[in-house]
């Protein structure tokens, strides 16, 4: 059973940064491609950013230049570096592990919150 934990939300500013972290158990770690997924008040799951296992990443346009998403994979971790907030990245943000056999998982979701 694979097991995903995030951490790192919270309350920041306008303009400020966070560091979400995202604790994978399981085996093959450095295989599985993982990401970050965020839904907000009212609206749809929406896609922030996927990393493979080669370190090929993808963002969603909303995003691209403000954040990064990085694994190190001695640690079973995923990370997602958030810069230059904005009001409009509140929401949940979600960690997700998939697999080549299709299955998928998600975390229990961390909220982050961009208000002055």
């Known amino acids: 059973q694979v097991q995903l934990v995030e951490s790192g939300g919270g309350l920041v500013q306008p303009g400020g940064s966070l560091r979400l972290s995202c604790a994978a158990s399981?085996?093959?770690?450095?295989?599985?491609?993982m990401g970050w997924y965020r839904q907000a008040p009212g609206k749809q799951r929406e896609m922030v950013a996927i990393?493979?296992?080669?370190?090929?990443?993808n963002y969603g346009d909303s995003v691209k230049g403000r954040f990064t998403i990085s694994r190190d994979n001695a640690k079973n971790t995923v990370y997602l570096q958030m810069n230059l907030l904005k009001p409009e990245d509140t929401a949940v943000y979600y960690c997700?592990?998939?697999?080549?056999?299709?299955?998928?998982?998600w975390g229990q979701g961390t909220q982050v919150t961009v208000s002055s």
């Open positions: 399981g085996s093959f770690f450095s295989i599985r491609t």
């Open positions: 997700g592990q998939w697999r080549t056999s299709g299955s998928s998982y």
């Open positions: 990393i493979t296992s080669s370190g090929s990443t």
